[in-house]
């Protein structure tokens, strides 16, 4: 059985392991690339913030206290640093909702290889950010409800009443973009 993150990045800190943190860096690279790219949108950006992410991680004044995994503890750094990407940017102001929408996810379609997760990821493009974060979360990384409001600083229900809005909303701009469920179910 693999070892856990926690474990893998106490060894890491006690021991300086540059193995440890390549092992951690292969299991959450991609994945947080992604995420941050739903705020950031671009691909490039996405990946320096991933590794900001990561270097913040391994830093002395780090500090990991085992209230939540690895990897919420990893993501909410990441989504700590492409808040403060945007502000210093200032892509808040400039991008509208519908702009935000229209962003193409064709680099991301190098990640998510099949055409139905291609689909998928189209329609989660053009749905609002915090809906967008909370799917990609829950069922692309597969965070509890616990684990997703600490990343996303909300309480059990609040982050279950927006994982529920973003479902509906998924739902409808799936079946605009003509997705057929039968096929799938």
């Not at 189209?122 to 509890?144: G, N, T």
């Amino acid at each position: 059985m693999a070892e856990s993150d926690e474990v893998i990045y106490g060894r890491f800190m006690a021991e300086k392991n540059e193995n440890d943190l390549r092992i951690l860096l292969e299991r959450h690279r991609e994945s947080l690339i992604l995420f941050l790219n739903g705020y950031v949108h671009n691909l490039k950006d996405a990946e320096e913030l991933m590794l900001d992410a990561y270097a913040e991680a391994v830093a002395e004044r780090a500090s990991f206290g085992g209230k939540s995994s690895f990897k919420t503890w990893l993501f909410s750094i990441g989504k700590k640093l492409a808040l403060t990407h945007l502000r210093k940017n200032r892509q808040f102001s400039l991008l509208s909702e519908e702009q935000t929408a229209a962003v193409t996810p064709a680099p991301e379609l190098s990640i998510l290889q099949e055409e139905r997760y291609g689909q998928l990821y189209q329609a989660l493009s053009k749905l609002k950010s915090e809906y967008r974060e909370v799917l990609i979360l829950l069922y692309f990384e597969e965070m509890s409800f616990e684990e997703l409001g600490s990343v996303l600083r909300k309480n059990r229900r609040q982050t279950y009443n927006l994982a529920e809005r973003g479902r509906k909303a998924l739902k409808e701009e799936l079946e605009r973009m003509g997705f057929d469920y039968a096929q799938y179910g």
